[in-house]
């Protein structure tokens, strides 16, 4: 069956230092992935998405990579801040239609001072 | 622009129970969708819309209906709530139900518990 893993371990990190998150899916043939942030109690904010013939999307301290090979993409914030607090989830979608995107149970980053 | 808004943010009902929860997004977003997020389970899709006047099954459509009459609305209804149906619900928007992905505008969500 289809699936998407994410760390489900929350991610604790000192300020400053890179997150790396990752989301793993099998069964799957995606043709692009999004990464969100969502606080408590609030909808899920996108953040970047990557197509399946892109390698690597950049925005400000982010940075998604995408690996239809390993079936995988990590998501990166550098120079972390505490405001990065947050969980963040992938989603993957079928084909180049904007809806029916799955969602993986997404991660919980902690950034410490 | 409001964005997509959602009402109400909280409510109670009884099992058995029919409510209606509302959506509306002021961006001239043709796709519109319904999803519910639990606790260790994630965001699912319950229903979706492409434009006015068209809707579809998502993931977990069961013992939910949609309609779209206006490209601005897309309201959810339960029509016997469960005790099952307790959840948060997420309404979402995008420019485009096809073509291009583009990214999901979420709204804030109503928070629904069934007795």
């Known amino acids: 069956s289809q699936k998407i893993e994410q760390n489900s371990e929350a991610l604790n990190i000192q300020e400053g230092k890179t997150a790396t998150l990752t989301c793993n899916y099998t069964?799957?043939?995606?043709?692009?992935l999004q990464w969100y942030r969502q606080d408590p109690g609030r909808g899920p904010v996108f953040l970047l998405l990557i197509r399946e013939n892109e390698k690597e999307k950049r925005k400000e301290r982010l940075k998604v990579t995408f690996d239809t090979t390993l079936k995988q993409s990590l998501f990166h914030i550098t120079a972390s801040q505490p405001a990065d607090s947050a969980t963040y989830l992938c989603a993957l979608g079928y084909s180049n239609s904007g809806y029916a995107l799955n969602f993986g149970k997404g991660t919980s980053l902690l950034v410490t001072p | 622009n409001a964005g997509v808004t959602q009402t109400p943010k909280f409510q109670v009902l009884k099992t058995g129970q029919s409510m209606t929860l509302q959506c509306a997004q002021d961006m001239n977003h043709e796709y519109m969708s319904w999803y519910r997020q639990d606790p260790g389970m994630g965001l699912r899709l319950i229903h979706y819309s492409v434009g006015a006047g068209i809707t579809d099954q998502g993931e977990v459509p069961n013992g939910y209906n949609v309609s779209r009459s206006t490209t601005e609305d897309f309201p959810l209804r339960l029509l016997s709530a469960a005790p099952s149906q307790t959840s948060v619900y997420f309404c979402?928007?995008?420019?485009?139900?096809?073509?291009?992905?583009?990214?999901?505008?979420f709204g804030p969500g109503t928070r629904l518990t069934v007795t």
């Open positions: 979402a928007s995008s420019a485009s139900g096809r073509g291009p992905p583009y990214e999901q505008y």
């Open positions: 069964n799957y043939s995606p043709a692009y």
